[in-house]
């Protein structure tokens, strides 16, 4: 546009960049390195505050911990790394091997790969990691299809690592939100009516007392 003609001088930011790319508008100064004494450059801010006192973090290391020699790994101590690295001890190889199963907010997550054919195929179709909610792989065999996100299962019992088929019911997550509510609801009246009792109760044995 014609009003841009004494402002706009370049075509793009690509050609911006490229002007100014290797320019710099302040003259560095040059320093010499507190550990090896190499030269270097930098800023002149840099060299007023004192940033820059190392011309690598190679000399830096060593300015800061001057004895240290890192550790000496043994013939024994290679082979076993070795053999961590080729899988030698995977899975029940290890002496860590808890069965692909571990406990995360008192739900169990298994292990895709340790689960059977026909359960590791619907496992893949709900989820792209290496484990996967027991409950949900449970009820998605259960119901015959993968579960949708906005379904969870619901433990009848209350216990969260529970997962056998008869305590488990899948749910739409609004109507499951619903149901706790529900049961935090009674509880609270349970509650209020527990010490409702303990006061009247109290005050009786005042009275007999």
Known sequence: ???EL??????????????????????WVQIACKTCGTMFEVTPAWERNGRRRYCSTACRSKAHRPDRTGKVHTPAARKKMA????????????????????LKNGYTFVMIDVLPP?????????????YIAEHRIVAAMIEGRPLQTDEVVHHVNGEKSDNRPENLIVTRRADHSMEHREIERRFRMLLAEVEKLRTENADLRSRLS
Do not use: I
């Open 1 to 3: 546009m014609p009003s």
């Open 6 to 27: 004494a402002r706009r001088k370049y075509c793009s930011k690509d050609c911006v960049g490229a002007s100014r790319r290797g320019k710099r508008k302040t003259e």
């Open 83 to 102: 053999d961590a690295a080729t899988g030698k001890f995977l899975r029940e190889n290890s002496s860590q091997w808890k069965g692909g199963k571990h």
């Open 118 to 130: 026909d359960s590791q195929a619907m496992a893949r179709l709900m989820t792209k990691g290496k």
